[in-house]
């Protein structure tokens, strides 16, 4: 409600000044249950931290010691070597970043039939790709194992044991399809009517309209994509025998211990299998958050 | 190749067997032929001919990590320099879990090991899958001598009179004690107690001293297995499942009801304190005698490197650690073997062969006694005993050889043999939700353990069902 002109100044100031701080009261615990939140996230991984510098005797204390009197920068080092990260982590790279570039692509090609193209049985082969969603992935372990292994109808596979073994399968996802799929949907008719009147095929549109425009819908597939290769341990474990072609996630077990004055490595490793992650989080977190939210409110 | 097809389909039919083990479903698959006289050949002549061309390679799946795998690695390149024959590629699979999930999987798609580790309790399993070839073929073709064996550790992977796998790593749980608690109240610190009612009134005398509890006690199904088979009683029937296929458990008698009522007098009376068997609080039983809350515990001999290395220095100055066996044997029982077995999984004759040769050379007393010292565990040949590596570290830290003593102690018959079961894992889960009820809800003794009784006995039909016999 305006004020009206004939309240006198002081007194317009005096609410102007309530309503600021009728708003800032909110604002101010807003960031208190923020920042206790966000302790009680950050406390775990502090306690890890920590706990990968500690001597021995510090670890089995009881309470535990919240600070690091004396840092074991080794614990990092003996992790490194116990774990095999210096080729793990190469490896990891390879198949997260094949991964990724593999689902964005077929993510976009499929959203972009879906959302743009008629064919036939559109809808039903639709629904489909969404039931994907719904198997989780250890119901389809035994079948994929068997296809790298020994291929499928015509074709054979030897996998085993090789870069193509982690990745294929994983080259294409439900989920990123119908991501996609709800990001081009958005984009208006009249766009593409123009670009058709320019002479622009499906192709052309796609790469040079459509695609810039979901970009962010994109960086979150592809930061959903990563995350997701980098953690598996499952899959790697029984497509690999051979050190040279193993990931990081599997050096991180390997690291696990049942001796008690040796759980310092075993953190130091959690931390450098988790670095990458993290890394990316901070870079990406903007496109993250835009992208988890854009479809939300799709008018 | 017709042979590696041939081979293949056969796999599969052993990966329905371990499947429907695993997973459900109906199998009319028999238990496969088990007994002497149809076992198949061990063909131990087909290195000579094959490694005329460079060595047969093989491969081998374990799970050992950190100072364990460093051992073994070691004692695997020796192998592999020491002769042209044979050269094994080690496959770290990070535990005993998820390499039998592997292994399982992998009896699906033919990408077997040739030889393989597997923790104790997978025996039944391995024998149902039918993809081992039993060590008793290679045993008869060589005329190896197993004498020189602890018994026991020997006995444990033996079904119906046929070796299936020889032991390599094996651990036993013993009484771990604070000597300086034991002087404070009033204990001989060189005598530890031998019986449960000795355990009970130590436990009672560190109480009246001052301390929290006289014990901790880690919430393990093992006990139940252990103390039955230290005064001679079997767990499951048909000989504990050594003279035929175990169709239900023998615990619910009177010798598993007075262990029950005896572990849960302790924790009610507060002399004993329970704790996690797993997760972060796994190491609380141990960490309770370096913290002074309790004199003593029972846990496998396999920590007793890091107890020592910790608990002797530091903020624990006041702890002198000190290792008893495990209390309530009487003169028809034994400790039980814990740990895991070797088994052959290779198909073709010249892998067979080699992963034979591999095995032999990791259970002769020499590697043992290497491998004993390195990590901590049992040795399997009594002659490595005399072994400089195992001399030494006996004579640095006497504690450790608790474990074999005990080991070669007591009787040797199929309570002392130990159990073997289909899905034993599931069995000691039924037993430990049961153990739960009785220390944390004050369920009756008698009723937790006929309640363990009841949910073992239907997870071992359940898994005969499975396999269909």
New interface residues.
Partial sequence: MPPSPTERPDRQLRRARARRARRSRPAFLRYLVLTVLALVVLFPIYVAVVGSLLV??QL???PPALFPTDPQWGSYSEAWS?GHFSRYLVNSAIVTLTITAGQVITSILAGFAFAMLEFPFKRTIFVVFLATMMVPFEVT??TN??TI??GIGPLHFDW?DTYRGLTVPFLATGFGAFMLRQAFLQIPRDLRDAATVDGYGNLKFMALVAVPLVRPTIAALSVFSFLGAWNQY?WP??VT?DDRLRTVQ?GL??????????INVTLAGTILAAAPLVVLLILFQKQLIRGLTAGAVKG | MSARKRSRAWLVAAAVALLASACGGGDDDGGGPVGGGDLPDCPVDALDSASSDGPVDITFWHTMTRANEETLVQLTDSFNESQDRVHVNLVNNTSYEDQQEKYRQALGTGELPDLVQHQEIYLQQMIDSQSALPVQSCIDATDYDTSDFVERTLRYYQVEGVQWALPFNVSNPILLYNRNAFVQAGLDPDRPPETLEELRSAAQALKDAGFEAGMGLKLDAWHLEQFLALQGETFVNNGNGREDRATEVTFDNDAGEEIFTYLAGLVDDGLAITTPRDGPGQFDNLLGVGGERWGMTIDSSATLGTIFDLLSGGQYANVDPAVGPLPGRNEDGGVLVGGAGLYISATEPARQAAAWEYMAYLTSPESQSIWSAGTGYIPVRQSATEQPEIQQRWAEVPGFRVGYDQLVAGAENDATAGAVMGDMFGVRTAIEEAENRMFLEDQDPAEALADAADAANQVIQDYNDRIGV
Avoid: C, F, G
């Fill in positions: 021995p005797d089995v204390h009881r116990a372990i035994v194992l068997t292994s020994q085993h499952l474990l029984l025998d599997i077990k390997q690291l696990r211990s049942t001796a008690l004055d040796e």
